[in-house]
């Protein structure tokens, strides 16, 4: 059976307060979580209540925090060094195509880096961030692919069409991959200005076409390896 996972990470101060008391300090009167219930109750420090934290540490004789790991606990994470046989599609959007072209040779590079073949790369374009997620459901829903990255520069002007434009995508991107059940990696820009888009499409800030392959590669091989 699963337990916690240590909260060494990012609970320092959490666990330096947490003590594990007896069966008999716990706190019935407000209702709150007392640290004693933790024992009983999935071991979470998120469900500790303020009052809880009130309580008195007590060393614990083990000298270790119960929400230590175990072995038993399975952690499941896709791998980026297994490619082999996995396809992919990229649909790319063509407008503001100077931003959206570095984006997807970003992609494809990365792809290339990590051995994922060419012939198991199919690159879609649409006119449009705002057709992106057509293209993305018809794509995941045909079985072919194992991720599918989207790729787009939306770039705010004068009116609030950017609003619906970047929404649009996003949810559409969002909606291919639960509909379809294919990870559908967002790798579209929302940028204020187009120095923005520069930086980010392989400027100061990176190339994240390039990023966005590589969540695609974890992801396809999360589903394909641990979760089919
Ligand atoms: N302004 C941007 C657009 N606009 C076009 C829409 O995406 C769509 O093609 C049109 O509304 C027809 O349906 N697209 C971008 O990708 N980026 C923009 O900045
Ligand atoms: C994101 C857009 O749709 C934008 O580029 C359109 O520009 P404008 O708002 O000036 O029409």
Redesign the pocket.
């Known amino acids: 059976m699963a337990s916690f996972v240590s909260t060494d990470c990012f609970l320092p101060a959490l666990k330096s307060q947490l003590g594990f008391l007896n069966h008999d300090a716990q706190d019935h009167s407000s209702g709150s979580i007392s640290v004693s219930r933790l024992h009983k109750a999935p071991k979470s420090p998120f469900l500790l209540s303020s009052r809880a934290l009130d309580v008195k540490p007590q060393v614990q004789s083990t000298g270790r925090s119960s929400f230590s790991q175990t072995a038993a606990v399975k952690h499941l994470t896709g791998s980026v060094t297994r490619t082999e046989g996995l396809r992919f599609a990229v649909v790319v959007?063509r407008?503001?195509e100077i931003i959206t072209r570095p984006l997807l040779e970003g992609a494809l590079g990365t792809f290339k880096n990590y051995s994922v073949q060419d012939e198991d790369i199919d690159v879609v374009w649409v006119?449009?961030?705002?057709?992106i997620g057509a293209v993305a459901t018809r794509l995941g829903k045909s079985g072919k692919y194992h991720a599918i990255i989207c790729i787009?520069?939306?770039?705010r002007?004068d009116t609030t069409?950017?609003d619906a434009?970047a929404n649009s995508a996003a949810s559409g991107v969002l909606s291919a991959g639960l509909n379809s059940g294919v990870p559908c990696i967002f790798g579209v820009l929302t940028c204020e200005d187009m120095d923005q888009a520069i930086n980010r499409a392989g400027g100061k800030s990176g190339n994240k076409g390039a990023e966005a392959a590589l969540t695609a590669i974890e992801m396809a091989s999360l589903f394909e390896h641990h979760l089919k």
Not at 152 to 155: C, L, Q
Request: proline share 6%.
């Open positions: 959007a407008f503001n006119p449009g961030c705002f057709e787009g520069a939306v770039i002007g069409h950017y434009v």
